[in-house]
Each structure stands twice: as structure tokens, then as C-alpha cells.
């Protein structure tokens, strides 16, 4: 049986950290030489008593509903400090959504409920912020380096980054918000690591996506395995076994 709640502890490995900022604001366009290609995500052996077809695992848990999961992107501490950061941000993590739900083949869509006023309290079902420190979960983040993002599996349903990190929007410089939003969003959809080298999930920070917004055939098939085509089922709940919650964090480490 699984704990009800267990924190994966999962690390980067610095290749490189150079010319690093100070502002701890959130950094997205900066001039950041700063690598983590073939960084180790993860240091420990999540496979063993999950669901393991072919390379990807599946918690065996996710969201039952019509199909349709609310999100938002919310700036609750107001740490970005522009406004077209701002857009930029959210197009990446709309876009991120999008590509789930076409890999999904439709079994997922998203309904974007964030808040006119970005500091607002109200939430969708996954809420993705950026946070510094003490947020009020149960994972602060650390400053530069260390824990970098969190998520949690179904059904808490949040994705936070650190916001002392310097991200880019293109994977040029920093650290790619493209490849972490979607490995975040996997786990925040029920998805854990996967033992293929080429996919998403896998726990190794791969080279800046040349192609942008992609999954692994891998990633496609796991995401399928987990939902497929809810919107049959429309008469379930949202809610999953709410006494039953996992965390993921992501971590640097030297």
C-alpha cells in the first residue's frame, strides 16, 4: 500500500553554474551561461511496486473527471516583476498543457481559470506559481541551486518554481522552463519517471529541447496508458483518494 504521503527527493548535478545573478527575482532574460545538460534529476529508484509498461511508470493514480481539469498561473508573491515575463511565462505553460492534451488524444483537456489579478487567492485544480523560500506547502524551496521545482501527483495538483533560479524561455540560457514545465506537469498528472533516455520524464535534464515543445513516443504511450479517453466516463468524480498524496521535487546538488 502506498504511504499517504512520501517526498521524492530527486537531484540535479551541476555541470556548469556561472555568472549567476542576485536579484532573486525571476530572471527570463538574462544574459545566464549556466548548464545543467546531462544533469541527474533523479538519485533514487522510484520503479519498484508501480506500474511499469514497457519504459514508463504510472502511479496508478489521476485525475477522474469529464475529461476537463481547470489550471492557473498565479504571481501570489509577485516575484515577476514584468509584464510580458509574465505573458511569456504563461504561454510556455499553455502551451506545455497543450501538448499533454494532444498527446492525449483529447482524454485531457484544460480550462485556464487564472485570476485577472495574478495575486489573487483563487486557483484551478492544477495551480502553478512561482515561490521563494517558505511558501506555505510542505517543501520550501532553498535559494540559487538546490530544489529548483516542485510538483505533487494527483490529487494536490501543484507545480511551483523556485524563483531564485535564473529560467529561460528558450533553453539558450539558464534553466529551460519548456523541459521542466512539462516533466513537472507529467508528475502533476500522474506520471512518474520513465526508463527511457530519450523521454521527457526521464530522470536526466537532457539537452535544451532543439524542437521545442516535445515528447518521447515513451511519454505518449504512458500518458495514454493513464488516460484513456475519460470523457466516457463522465460520471466519476474528480476526486482521487484524497487520503493518498505524493510529492515530487527537483533539486541541485554539487
Known amino acids: 500500500m502506498l504511504p499517504t504521503f512520501r517526498l521524492l527527493i530527486c537531484s540535479f548535478v551541476f555541470l556548469e553554474l556561472s555568472h549567476v545573478g542576485t536579484s532573486g527575482t525571476v530572471s527570463l532574460e538574462d544574459n545566464v551561461d549556466r548548464s545543467y545538460r546531462g544533469a541527474k534529476i533523479c538519485n533514487r529508484n522510484e520503479y519498484e511496486g508501480h506500474i511499469i509498461r514497457r519504459r514508463y511508470v504510472v502511479d496508478g493514480r489521476r485525475w477522474f473527471s469529464d475529461g476537463t481539469l481547470s489550471w492557473s498561473f498565479r504571481d501570489r508573491f509577485q516575484l515577476v516583476k514584468k509584464e510580458l515575463q509574465y505573458r511569456a511565462v504563461k504561454e510556455i505553460i499553455r502551451r506545455t498543457l497543450d501538448v499533454w492534451s494532444d ?4 482524454a485531457i483537456l484544460f480550462e485556464d481559470v487564472s485570476p485577472n489579478d495574478r495575486a489573487a487567492p483563487r486557483r484551478g485544480q492544477l495551480d502553478i506559481q512561482f515561490a521563494k523560500f517558505d511558501h506555505g506547502d510542505k517543501e520550501a524551496f532553498d535559494g540559487r541551486g538546490g530544489i529548483v521545482a516542485h510538483s505533487a501527483y494527483p490529487p494536490e495538483g501543484i507545480v511551483h518554481f523556485d524563483a531564485s533560479e535564473h529560467w529561460s ?4 540560457t539558464g534553466l529551460d522552463l519548456r523541459f521542466v514545465a512539462l516533466h513537472e506537469i507529467g508528475h502533476a498528472l500522474g506520471l512518474r519517471h520513465s526508463r527511457d533516455p530519450n523521454a521527457v520524464m526521464h530522470p536526466y535534464y537532457r539537452e535544451q529541447l532543439k524542437n521545442g515543445f516535445r515528447l518521447s513516443e515513451d511519454d505518449i504511450r504512458g500518458i495514454r496508458a493513464l488516460y484513456p479517453l475519460l470523457q466516457s466516463s463522465s460520471s466519476e468524480s474528480t476526486a482521487i ?5 505524493e510529492r515530487h521535487v527537483e ?4
Open 169 to 172: 524561455t528558450d533553453g539558450k
Open 103 to 106: 498527446s492525449s488524444q483529447g
Open 251 to 254: 533539486k541541485t546538488g554539487s
Open 241 to 245: 483518494d484524497e487520503s493518498s498524496s
